[in-house]
């Protein structure tokens, strides 16, 4: 059984860091997507970003550019978002999401995340980000 667990979520400055972590287990699968979308209170999902196992390439959205970053380690199946230079808008709860890839198709489910917040095969329960003005 696949299985996302985040942590790292919190109470935060606007301006200061947060640093998400999210373990993924249950597969052994050759490539993979693996992301972030988050959900704000009364408002729809937002993809934020994601990595591609077969090649590293990275995804971001607009909102997010320059402020994240994702990071992998394939061997341990973990991926980590580093948060800079938090905004109140960034509040949200925060999913770590999985997918499968065939024939080479990273970019594409990536790209999917990232415009849609969807597109994906998994997600976890999510950790909760509080940034305050």
């Known amino acids: 059984e696949v299985q996302l667990v985040e942590s790292g979520g919190g109470l935060v400055q606007a301006g200061g860091s947060l640093r998400l972590s999210c373990a993924a287990s249950?597969?052994?699968?050759?490539?993979?997507?693996i992301g972030w979308f988050r959900q704000a209170p009364g408002k729809e999902r937002e993809g934020v970003s994601c990595?591609?196992?077969?090649?590293?390439?990275?995804y971001y959205a607009d909102s997010v550019k320059g402020r994240f970053a994702i990071s992998s380690d394939n061997a341990k199946n973990t991926v980590d978002l580093q948060m800079n230079s938090l905004k109140p808008e960034d509040t949200a709860v925060y999913y770590c999401?999985?997918?499968?890839?065939?024939?080479?198709?990273?970019?594409?489910?990536?790209?999917?995340?990232?415009?849609?917040?969807?597109?994906?095969?998994?997600r976890g329960k999510g950790t909760l980000v509080t940034v305050s003005s």
């Open positions: 999401t999985l997918g499968r890839v065939f024939y080479n198709s990273g970019s594409y489910r990536c790209s999917s995340l990232v415009r849609t917040a969807d597109g994906m095969d998994y």
């Open positions: 249950g597969f052994a699968w050759d490539d993979y997507a």
């Open positions: 990595i591609s196992s077969s090649d590293g390439t990275t």
